[in-house]
């Protein structure tokens, strides 16, 4: 699996677009880009994916560079209830999906 | 609803006593999976099967035992749990490898003491 990096924490002010970045330098060509998040000790929650194109659903929109070495999740009017941890996970269809530390969005009031 | 139902939601336990936590979906998906969820660890992969009677470790399976016999129902047992076990755990359940996505279970927070 292409290794990801992510800032451990961001806030993002209520109302605002939250933006979190994902680094995956090392992502290869069929390697998808998945998105989830998990709101305090509930089960993580499916948000997007996609592999070259942007792609953008009742959620949020992911935008990935051209270069496909990272990309951004865009939520467009953060909520008070948007507030979680948000993992970036690179892997090919089919594999085993592995989390790593994530960020956690704080949306403050 | 479509969704994967975990039980108990709580439990606790004492060293050494079998137990089994129960993982059911109701989406048809042929694949399955545990996780465990610590402090400062993320979530790890425990055991996950790709459809019946198909089963595989995941990076934790130590400890654990899973069973596959009907497509809903991918139980996780614990023959002697140790308090090392102790954890928040996770089933999900994905159809197409995972490609569309996983839908994750509520999580069952086990205390073994």
């Known amino acids: 699996d292409a290794k990801t990096t992510q800032p451990p924490s961001m806030d993002c002010a209520e109302g605002r677009a939250a933006n979190l970045p994902c680094n995956h330098s090392?992502?290869?060509?069929?390697?998808?880009v998945y998105w989830y998040r998990q709101i305090h000790s509930q089960g993580p929650q499916y948000i997007i994916h996609g592999l070259k194109n942007n792609e953008t659903n009742e959620m949020a929109s992911l935008i990935i560079t051209e270069d496909r070495k990272s990309s951004t999740l865009i939520l467009p009017h953060a909520t008070l209830r948007d507030t979680a941890v948000y993992y970036c996970?690179?892997?090919?269809?089919?594999?085993?999906?592995?989390f790593g530390p994530g960020t956690r969005l704080s949306v403050l009031p | 609803e479509a969704q994967v139902t975990q039980n108990p939601r709580y439990l606790i336990t004492v060293t050494g006593k079998k137990l089994t936590v129960t993982c059911s979906q109701n989406m048809n998906h042929e694949y399955m999976s545990w996780y465990r969820q610590d402090p400062g660890l993320g979530l790890r992969q425990i055991y996950y099967?790709?459809?019946?009677?198909?089963?595989d470790k995941g990076d934790v399976p130590e400890g654990y035992k899973v069973s596959r016999k009907e497509k809903r129902n991918f139980p996780l047992i614990l023959e002697s749990p140790s308090p090392n076990q102790t954890s928040l755990y996770f089933c999900?359940?994905?159809?197409?490898?995972?490609?569309?996505?996983?839908?994750f279970g509520s999580g069952t927070r086990l205390t073994v003491v």
């Open positions: 090392t992502i290869s060509g069929n390697e998808y």
């Open positions: 996970i690179v892997l090919f269809p089919g594999q085993n999906f592995v």
């Open positions: 099967s790709m459809n019946v009677e198909v089963t």
């Open positions: 999900a359940s994905s159809s197409g490898g995972g490609f569309n996505g996983y839908t």
